[in-house]
């Protein structure tokens, strides 16, 4: 890799940070990646001389149609599109909710959608909704409790001729599991289906290519992968054009800009695309998709072991339990752990106070996953390792788990 975990390290002022008496270790991640520098100067600089509305007749204006247009090719980029299938929103969440009801107004009452209990309720919520307003059936994908992962015998059977779409989680952002969004594509498009994919989590840690998951719609957040909070969602452009996309009459009817509503977040989108600049910039190649390929292949390599370490330390302690499938599957580097007779909650707090850590806790939006668990009350603790992740952190985490009493 181009750059030593020093030097990226280097690139995120947020690193400075010192907290009981220890340099901050950042292992919320998959809840949001701390940010670089440049990506806040990108913001800045978009808010200080280049800020106005697109589509008038002045410089700034200009800009600011050149800086989306430059953003949705980075984003084409990052996930295998075209920019004409990038489409920009708020989050993750409102853009999922605008896409169900947007497919939904071809669904009725003989139609079934499938989703999966190991998905965040984003995946889940926006279609369920559809239940009430359209009359579709939802049909549910057990999860595993014993391995977390999903039930594949189940899918299959779940997938019939009536199924309109199929929305799954390329990854799950509680467990770490990485589903084959392939297969899923399969049996989807097999009987007609559509398939959207969740790529929240997955896209921090492994490049998306939508042509290879041959999936439709697919959405992604900048702000789990050192960018900031927004959200991104690839569409395919024939889809995207037929569709019948709740819209105010003045605004555009071309692609991709029909998809978004009103006044886009352009600082974010800026930051955005800077982010993945970022990533381009800790790989190699000659292309900015061949630099991308380059960089998640190094952190794969260097994170890894890291990640082996960290949950091989855990597993050790006798009073900790860890969930999701182990480190020699495929998965991504986060690890869900309970400690026994602690809530996820006193855990997190004891580790930040104590030791500088910083862990997310409670079902992060994916309840279902809680509550098959048992654990719905208690919560779970989770880690996840990013490109700043350091050897001492993941050592230092591992010792001050072993010290809860």
Known sequence: MSMSVEEIRAHFPALQREEAGYPVGYFDGPGGTQVPQRVVDKVSDYLLNHNANRHWWYPTSFESDEMVDMAREAFADFLGATPREIVFGTNMTTLTYHLSRTVGREFGPNDEIVVTELDHQANVAPWRA????????LRTVPMNVETGTLDWEALEGLISSRTAL???GAASNALGTINDVR???KLAHDVGALVFVDAVHFAAHQLVDVCEMECDVLACSPYKFYGPHLGVLFGREDLLRELDVPKVPPAPNVVPDRFETGTLNH?????????????????SGVTRREHLESCFAELRTRGNPLFKRLWDGLAALPSVNLYGPPPTELRTPTVAFTVEGKT???????LAREYGLFLSSGDFYASTVTERLGLADEGLARAGCACYTTAEEVERLIESVASIR
């Open 344 to 350: 996820a909650r006193d855990v997190a707090s004891y």
């Open 166 to 168: 199929v929305a799954v």
């Open 183 to 185: 297969l899923v594509a």
């Open 267 to 283: 600082e974010g989108i800026a930051g955005a695309a800077e982010a993945v600049d970022f990533l381009a910039s800790l790989g």
């Open 130 to 137: 559809l239940e009430t307003e359209r009359g579709v059936t």
